[in-house]
């Protein structure tokens, strides 16, 4: 049984959480080992996430201390493990949606975008979005394309102009 004290500091973590968080998930985890829950809470620190596991009214409470409306954990099923991402939106989310695919003890019951609650189905549809890495990649391999394509053109006028002058010089040698 937790004390009263250890109640206000878990509202408190999790409310501190919500106000740096930019993307959350929340998942039923019902029958998942020790080890895999580990093994989900490294991968999420590798990707500057976090999980957090907590009963939902304490949830709730944190939620509304957030500034939250219209969230109800109490509405979802099983336990309630919350996932916070903190840097990009999307990693996180995505190794959540990939452990659920490997243990299917794992349901996402919904989550948080843009401090909105959003249905799972949105929240495996942000799964499947490109990471921001990928997507600077992606930029960065757009604006680069043109730029090579001028260099090529210039390096060709340079190459026709060195073949005319060879040419010419070639036929006063002779």
Not at 23 to 38: E, L, N, P, S, W
Not at 39 to 67: I, M, P, S
Request: charged share 25%.
């Amino acid at each position: 049984m937790q004390t009263r004290q250890q109640k206000e500091t878990i509202i408190k973590e999790i409310s501190d959480r919500l106000a740096k968080t930019k993307t959350a998930a929340f998942a039923d985890y019902t029958g998942i080992d020790v080890a895999k829950m580990t093994d989900l809470r490294r991968r999420l620190r590798d990707q500057d996430g976090e999980l957090k596991v907590a009963k939902k009214t304490l949830v709730d409470l944190a939620f509304k201390k957030a500034g939250f409306e219209g969230i109800n954990t109490k509405k979802m099923s099983g336990q309630l493990a919350v996932i916070f991402s903190y840097r990009d939106e999307v990693a996180p989310i995505k190794i959540l949606a990939d452990f659920a695919k490997k243990e299917s003890q794992l349901k996402i019951l919904g989550g948080i975008l843009e401090n909105k609650f959003i249905e799972a189905a949105s929240v495996l549809n942000l799964a499947k979005l490109p990471s921001k890495q990928e997507l600077l990649a992606n930029l960065v391999g757009s604006l680069s394309a043109p730029l090579s394509g001028i260099v090529n053109v210039l390096q060709g006028n340079l190459r026709g102009l060195l073949q005319v002058l060879t040419q010419i010089k070639n036929n006063k040698n002779n």
